[in-house]
């Protein structure tokens, strides 16, 4: 073997071993009908979104910022969006970011601090895991949903001698099983413990609230509240917007290395995503078309299958071991439905599923086809299973 080769040849075994279990992840096109995006409301090729950004490169707007916010990259466009953004969530304050996956790391190496705890729902997202792991704060993992169980584990921290704060991170919407976070009992549990509740919004933003103003809607303006908007799901573009107190946004802002140290976002994605937040005011005849799609997917479910558990746009099948996982997902896609397979480590081991994921670029002659395709694919005996 040649000196290249070994030192290729330990990559090279990874991905065979990931190969053998049926994981080796590999980019394929778009193609079918879309039961696998999170372009939920339909806004990615909206004319209105068209339109704005043409109407908005027409007038000057740079592509590229061209440097990081605090030098010569903070553009008007970023601040109309964040004053926009404010306003619309009902928040003191918000930043954009570029994508969710930075957000929720930046906020996470830069809040919490090195006297406190961090206490994660079991299931939240990778990007959270990975800022809590980089951060300064102890870290714990709570049940997933289980309200009591954050609590015990902020209750074992304090008898153990913790001084600082608690943090609780959650998602209010599981991007892989659908369901919702308990947020009522979590905010009365920082209330309680004198905490930091951490709502990474992205699958309810624009889906879920009064005009698509997501599941935190209620809670946010509170101190003790940092939400994470992500802009590239129900939003149609790209980047995230954390919204929390004017006294956090500049902490972020003056000890955030992500923010500090990176290139600002495109000033043509801020002209996007406050286009998109005025679609949510100025339509909202999308949620409401969407509400009903998942009404009648989900009653569907119900009536051939025997079985519900997911009231929102995100239905989970859980097939258990990856390969018939991916084989039922290629049988699927063969058909004309853009379904993928969910493996490990992206959900736990043994729950290998597929994730349908209900948009606005479908209908419900499309919904009753993929499920007719479903029961023909995995047998007439097959049941749906809850992803809990």
């Known amino acids: 073997m040649n000196a290249a080769a070994d030192k290729l040849a330990g990559y090279a075994e990874q991905l065979q071993s990931l190969a053998a279990d049926d994981r080796l992840r590999r980019l394929s096109p778009r193609s079918g009908l879309d039961f696998s995006s999170n372009d939920y409301l339909g806004l990615a090729q909206a004319p209105r979104m068209k339109r704005a950004i043409a109407a908005a490169m027409e007038a000057g707007t740079p592509v590229g910022a061209g440097g990081s916010r605090l030098l010569r990259g903070n553009c ?6 964040e004053a926009a953004a404010a306003r619309f969530f009902g928040a003191d304050s918000a930043l954009f970011f570029g994508s969710g996956y930075v957000a929720n790391f930046a906020v996470l190496t830069t809040l919490p601090q090195a006297d406190d705890l961090l206490v994660l729902d079991a299931l939240v997202h990778a990007s959270t895991h990975e800022g809590a792991r980089a951060g300064r704060a102890e870290i714990c993992q709570f049940k997933h949903n289980d309200p009591q169980s954050a609590e015990d584990a902020i209750l074992a921290w304090r008898r153990d001698g913790g001084v600082g704060r608690p943090w609780i991170a959650v998602e209010s919407l599981y991007s892989m099983d659908g369901d919702l976070a308990p947020l009522d009992d979590l905010i009365a549990i920082a209330a309680r413990h ?18 698509g103003r997501g599941l935190a809607s209620g809670f946010e303006g509170r101190d003790n509240i940092v939400v994470v908007h992500t802009c590239g799901k129900a ?19 003056n000890r955030c290395r992500p923010f500090i140290f990176a290139t600002a976002p495109s000033p043509l994605m801020a002209v996007a995503v406050l286009e998109a937040l005025t679609i949510l005011q100025d339509e909202p005849q999308r ?3 969407l509400s009903r799609l998942v009404a009648f997917s989900h009653g569907e479910i119900a009536r051939r299958f025997g079985a519900t558990w997911s009231s929102s746009q995100i239905i989970p099948y859980i097939v258990g071991d990856n390969a018939p996982a991916m084989q039922l997902a290629s049988a699927l896609q063969a058909r004309g439905f853009d379904i993928r397979g969910i493996r490990p480590p992206t959900v736990p081991a043994g729950t290998a599923r597929l994730r349908l994921s209900l948009t606005l670029n479908v209908d419900e002659a499309a919904v009753v086809s993929l499920l007719d395709a479903l029961a023909e694919e995995t047998g007439a005996g097959q049941r749906w299973r809850s992803a809990s």
């Open 194 to 211: 004198d905490a930091f509740l951490l709502i990474d919004e992205a699958h309810a933003t624009g889906v879920h609230g009064e005009q």
């Open 287 to 289: 949620l409401q078309q």
């Open 235 to 253: 939003l149609g573009a790209a980047g995230a917007l954390v919204t929390a107190s004017r006294v956090l946004r500049d902490t972020l802002v």
């Open 76 to 81: 008007e466009e970023h601040e109309r969006l």
